[in-house]
């Protein structure tokens, strides 16, 4: 079992930037991939990026590379998405998401244990 909650929405102007957390606990966190997904209202829940857990392996889809970064701090068990450059095309509810295995995926249906989500809203 692993739990996560995460924290650190908000709003912000486009241009602007924001921090989130997901804090684990359980079991297996050291073997398991953790990502973030993210939905916005009407749309699919859309992979935005994923790391593995024991080595820092990476993966980021291709709307947000060069503007968000993930990261993993193993001391405290929480993972984090440095969200810069933000866009109005990124408002959304975030989730983080985890998975016990090696390899990254970008399909929800492979994350066993989710977060209760955090609102981002990016105005014009």
């Known amino acids: 079992q692993v739990q996560l909650v995460e924290s650190g929405g908000g709003w912000v102007q486009a241009g602007g930037s924001l921090r989130l957390s997901c804090a684990a606990a359980?079991?297996?966190?050291?073997?398991?991939?953790f990502s973030w997904f993210r939905q916005a209202p009407g749309k699919e829940r859309e992979f935005v990026a994923g790391?593995?857990?024991?080595?820092?392996?990476?993966y980021y889809a291709n709307s947000v590379k060069g503007r968000f970064t993930i990261s993993r701090d193993n001391a405290n068990k929480t993972m984090y998405l440095q969200m810069n450059s933000l866009r109005p095309e990124d408002t959304a509810v975030y989730y983080c998401?985890?998975?016990?295995?090696?390899?990254?995926?970008?399909?929800?249906?492979?994350?066993?244990?989710w977060g209760q989500g955090t609102q981002v809203t990016v105005s014009s």
């Open positions: 998401a985890a998975k016990v295995g090696m390899v990254i995926i970008a399909e929800q249906n492979h994350y066993k244990y």
């Open positions: 790391i593995r857990w024991s080595t820092g392996n990476i």
């Open positions: 359980g079991r297996f966190i050291d073997t398991s991939i």
